[in-house]
């Protein structure tokens, strides 16, 4: 896993200290790429806290030392399920982890078909006789210490492979396994990287460009020689959050349309705006190549002259955004993406990149089923 930048570079602070967002600078910018203040004074455009916010972190339980039970062969109990606070039986996965944003518990990742129950006496297909001990893979991967994961195991959180894993026994092969702890998974690849790069105005959304215009490869440096490749796009003159990866069945998911993922954009328009506009762009709206619509719809700010509104929509056709304010008789001013699916820009920095951190890929991986 590629390491976080170092202070300075622009990615959030994980315990909400430091400075505040910058502003952008720009003649009538109004806003930043992540949360700033309109022309009135007010805030706008600060992403809610997770649903996990303002609570304390859930102490570890105490319970039996980590062993597997005598006569018991290694194996997956595959009927048996997390009970509904399985995931506050202890501390929470990469609870020691300095970057990235704390996002919560996963609870949006599609269910799984049950795995029929294994023999009694039977070794589950789970466990490969020449793999590594789950507890050591999940220590390795960052998850907690190895006694912390031993617990975890004990206590229904893991899945490998989408059956649950309670017996310390279980050896797997860290190459294919599909581990997730408590509905998030858990990424032992190391070759697999993740990025947030806070793409500014003028930049356009490819690695190269055939007449020599601005383009995200300028802002890699460090990341020139890894093969990395933009998740969707944002047109030239839209700034905000663009994913950079090399895990192509990620980013092949978070673009397909049946996996409906959420993007969050911040709206400059000229004002006033009429009443019922919000409605009538989350009722839809006849487009030429469809009806389109918001899934939500938020004034913001409003200043003589000036609009700021936040729309939430999971439709990737191209420049939506600006074709929905056509359409309603307000061209955009400014537009800026803040969030995609779980992972926000919150007060980094324009023109930066951030690495992602663990939580926040095992959060992103879950939202498209992964």
Same mark, same amino acid.
């Given at each position: 896993?590629?390491?976080?930048?170092?202070?300075?570079?622009?990615?959030?602070?994980?315990?909400?200290?430091?400075?505040?967002?910058?502003?952008?600078?720009?003649?009538?910018?109004?806003?930043?790429?992540?949360?700033?203040?309109?022309?009135?004074?007010?805030?706008?455009?600060?992403?809610?806290?997770?649903?996990?916010?303002?609570?304390?972190? !859930? *102490?570890? #339980? /105490? =319970?039996? %030392? +980590? &062993?597997?039970? $005598?006569?018991?062969? !290694? *194996?997956? #109990? /595959? =009927?048996? %399920? +997390? &009970?509904?606070? $399985?995931?506050?039986?202890?501390?929470?996965?990469? =609870?020691?982890?300095?970057?990235?944003?704390?996002?919560?518990?996963?609870?949006?990742?599609?269910?799984?078909?049950?795995?029929?129950?294994?023999?009694?006496?039977?070794?589950?297909?789970?466990?490969?006789?020449?793999?590594?001990?789950?507890?050591?893979?999940?220590?390795?991967?960052?998850?907690?210490?190895?006694?912390?994961?031993?617990?975890?195991?004990?206590?229904?959180?893991?899945?490998?492979?989408?059956?649950?894993?309670?017996?310390?026994?279980?050896?797997?092969?860290?190459?294919?396994?599909?581990?997730?702890?408590?509905?998030?998974?858990?990424?032992?690849?190391?070759?697999?990287?993740?990025?947030?790069?806070?793409?500014?105005?003028?930049?356009?959304?490819?690695?190269?460009?055939?007449?020599?215009?601005?383009?995200?490869?300028?802002?890699?440096?460090?990341?020139?020689?890894?093969?990395?490749?933009?998740?969707?796009?944002?047109?030239?003159?839209?700034?905000?959050?663009?994913?950079?990866?090399?895990?192509?069945?990620?980013?092949?998911?978070?673009?397909?349309?049946?996996?409906?993922?959420?993007?969050?954009?911040?709206?400059?328009?000229?004002?006033?705006?009429?009443?019922?506009?919000?409605?009538?762009?989350?009722?839809?709206?006849?487009?030429?190549?469809?009806?389109?619509?918001?899934?939500?719809?938020?004034?913001?700010?409003?200043?003589?002259?000036?609009?700021?509104?936040?729309?939430?929509?999971?439709?990737?056709?191209?420049?939506?955004?600006?074709?929905?304010?056509?359409?309603?008789?307000?061209?955009?001013?400014?537009?800026?993406?803040?969030?995609?699916?779980?992972?926000?820009?919150?007060?980094?920095?324009?023109?930066?990149?951030?690495?992602?951190?663990?939580?926040?890929?095992?959060?992103?991986?879950?939202?498209?089923?992964?």
């Amino acid at each position: 896993m590629t390491q976080a930048p170092r202070s300075g570079s622009g990615r959030n602070n994980p315990r909400g200290g430091g400075k505040g967002p910058r502003q952008s600078g720009k003649p009538g910018g109004g806003f930043s790429g992540g949360a700033g203040k309109g022309r009135s004074g007010k805030s706008f455009g600060k992403p809610q806290d997770g649903p996990q916010a303002g609570k304390p972190r !859930p *102490g570890q #339980s /105490a =319970g039996a %030392k +980590p &062993g597997s039970p $005598a006569g018991r062969k !290694p *194996g997956a #109990s /595959a =009927g048996r %399920k +997390p &009970g509904p606070n $399985a995931a506050s039986a202890g501390p929470r996965a990469y =609870g020691k982890e300095r970057f990235g944003q704390n996002l919560g518990p996963v609870n949006n990742r599609p269910k799984k078909a049950k795995t029929p129950r294994t023999g009694h006496g039977e070794t589950s297909d789970q466990h490969d006789p020449q793999g590594v001990r789950l507890q050591k893979v999940l220590a390795g991967a960052g998850v907690a210490s190895r006694r912390v994961c031993e617990d975890m195991i004990e206590a229904g959180r893991v899945e490998v492979d989408g059956v649950v894993v309670t017996e310390l026994g279980v050896r797997v092969d860290p190459a294919t396994a599909v581990i997730h702890v408590d509905g998030m998974r858990i990424q032992t690849d190391e070759s697999l990287v993740y990025f947030v790069f806070n793409k500014p105005k003028g930049v356009v959304s490819t690695m190269e460009d055939p007449e020599g215009r601005p383009c995200v490869s300028d802002y890699l440096k460090k990341n020139k020689d890894q093969r990395l490749f933009h998740v969707g796009r944002l047109d030239q003159a839209t700034e905000g959050l663009l994913l950079l990866t090399n895990d192509g069945e990620l980013a092949n998911r978070l673009t397909h349309p049946s996996y409906e993922v959420p993007k969050t954009y911040l709206v400059q328009v000229r004002g006033p705006m009429a009443h019922g506009i919000g409605a009538q762009m989350k009722d839809g709206i006849e487009l030429e190549d469809g009806v389109a619509k918001v899934d939500s719809f938020r004034l913001v700010d409003s200043t003589p002259g000036h609009v700021l509104v936040e729309v939430v929509l999971h439709s990737g056709k191209n420049r939506i955004v600006r074709r929905l304010f056509d359409a309603v008789g307000h061209p955009v001013v400014r537009l800026v993406r803040t969030q995609v699916g779980p992972i926000r820009l919150n007060d980094q920095r324009q023109g930066t990149i951030r690495a992602l951190g663990r939580t926040e890929i095992g959060h992103l991986l879950a939202t498209v089923g992964m």
